[in-house]
């Protein structure tokens, strides 16, 4: 089996360097375009299923691969991007905003701790291997929720994963 896994289209916030989480935010044009050359790239792999964040972000770059491979996408509320709290919506580069991604159990600034994430993000994919046995699955969700996925299949120091960047639309392939 082959997980296939990609973060959403950029978004305004994204272009604008914003600490974009739960914030429920649309691609924009650049990133509907990325979703579609995508999709064109991911017509010579075999996809059996589709799995996405139900932020809109996400399922806008899954329905529109959905609509061209013709397969469903199932909603998967452990695929959410990381809560960032009191730091929506503000610059990304912020000394403050760099000092909590480096607080992995860290929650006082009404933020979710990575460690919540990596339970949930763990589960998910544990469950996806016993669904999905002989099944190729595409995964739609976020820049976080990637880094993660990572750490799943690859050993990090925390320097390698809080450097770890995976841009909009492209594609990581892990064999489950």
């Known amino acids: 089996m082959k997980l296939y896994v990609t973060r959403h ?3 305004q916030w994204n272009q604008n360097n914003l600490v974009c989480g739960v914030s429920d935010i649309e691609l924009n044009e650049k990133g509907i375009g990325q979703a579609r050359r995508l999709t064109s790239d991911l ?13 809109i972000r996400a399922r806008q770059t899954a329905e529109i691969i959905s609509k061209e491979l013709g397969v469903p996408v199932i909603i998967d509320q452990r695929l959410f991007e ?3 709290g009191i730091y929506e919506g503000t610059i990304r580069g912020t000394e403050e905003f760099l000092k909590l991604k480096k607080q992995f159990a860290y929650t006082g600034a009404e933020n979710e701790s990575l460690f ?8 998910f994919l544990d469950d996806i291997k016993e669904k999905s046995r002989d099944k190729n699955v595409l995964v739609v969700t976020h820049g ?8 799943y299949f690859n050993s990090m120091t ?3 994963f809080l450097k770890f960047n995976h841009p909009n639309c492209s594609l990581m392939v892990f064999d489950l």
Not at 43 to 55: A, F, Q, T, V
Request: proline share 3%; aromatic share 10%; glycine share 8%.
């Open 9 to 11: 289209g950029q978004t």
């Open 43 to 55: 017509k010579e792999y075999s996809i059996d299923g589709i799995y996405s964040s139900p932020l």
């Open 82 to 84: 990381q809560n960032y």
């Open 116 to 123: 919540h994430i990596a339970q949930r993000v763990y589960n």
């Open 144 to 151: 976080g929720i990637c880094r993660v996925i990572n750490t």
């Open 158 to 160: 925390n320097e390698e």
